[in-house]
T-cell receptor, first 118, second 116 residues
Framework: GAGVSQSPSNKVTEKGKDVELRCDPI?????LYWYRQSLGQGLEFLIY????????KSGLPSDRFSAERTGGSVSTLTIQRTQQEDSAVYLC????????????????FGPGTRLTVL | AQKVTQAQTEISVVEKEDVTLDCVYE???????LFWYKQPPSGELVFLIR??????QNEISGRYSWNFQKSTSSFNFTITASQVVDSAVYFC?????????????FGKGTKLSVKP
């Protein structure tokens, strides 16, 4: 079946502009994760959705970052007023299920969106 | 706090050599999960293995094998008879089992180059 898809694959933007990154999880996966990969910070967790709900947004780097998920499927990560330090690869992953009282299922990753802020 | 350490930043071997990638983790939880992912030059993270803290049996899958030792908090990965296609960055990761968001805590990765 189809894996996790992300769009766009590459995004170049100017400092101060807003960007939207999209993630389509594997069909039937209720848990969705966003991560960021940069040279300096490695792979860091941003936010998790169980269904449409994100119980904890403290992993987002600043209040310029927001994320939503609709219909228990597609998720959008929005970065407002982009800064050069936002340049990174943004990775999305999905897993079958994840309740707060259950073990973590295997996460399957998309190809990522490479964001470059000039 | 949870932490994963991959002390080897880069390893270079010649094809057909065996190579072991080290992973040491820290956690206060008694129940946790460990993972290995491969990131080839194309960039997509590919899942290799998931192991829970109660299962210390070593696992073999083709040329890949994993050695999990709770006593030393290590989860090492060995590739036997390496091939050029094994060239990639390999990440070890840790996740709590209960009461968390299930997010992965990654090590910094080990870049493996296999030369013909």
């Amino acid at each position: 079946g189809a894996g996790v898809s992300q769009s766009p694959s590459n995004k170049v933007t100017e400092k101060g502009k807003d960007v939207e990154l999209r993630c389509d999880p594997i069909s039937g996966h209720t848990a969705l994760y966003w991560y960021r990969q940069s040279l300096g910070q490695g792979l860091e967790f941003l936010i998790y959705f169980q269904g449409n709900s994100a119980p904890d947004k403290s992993g987002l780097p600043s209040d310029r970052f927001s994320a939503e998920r609709t219909g228990g499927s597609v998720s959008t990560l929005t970065i407002q007023r982009t800064q050069q330090e936002d340049s990174a690869v943004y990775l999305c992953a999905s897993s079958l299920a994840r309740g707060l009282a259950g073990p973590p299922d295997t996460q399957y990753f998309g190809p990522g969106t490479r964001l470059t802020v000039l | 706090a949870q932490k994963v350490t991959q002390a080897q930043t880069e390893i270079s071997v010649v094809e057909k050599e065996d190579v072991t990638l080290d992973c040491v983790y820290e956690t206060r939880d008694t129940t946790y999960y460990l993972f290995w992912y491969k990131q080839p030059p194309s960039g997509e993270l590919v899942f290799l293995i998931r192991r829970n803290s109660f299962d210390e049996q070593n696992e073999i899958s083709g040329r890949y094998s994993w050695n999990f030792q709770k006593s030393t908090s290590s989860f090492n990965f060995t590739i036997t008879a390496s091939q050029v296609v094994d060239s990639a960055v390999y990440f070890c990761a840790l996740s709590e089992a209960w009461g968390s968001q299930g997010n992965l805590i990654f090590g910094k990765g080990t870049k493996l180059s296999v030369k013909p």
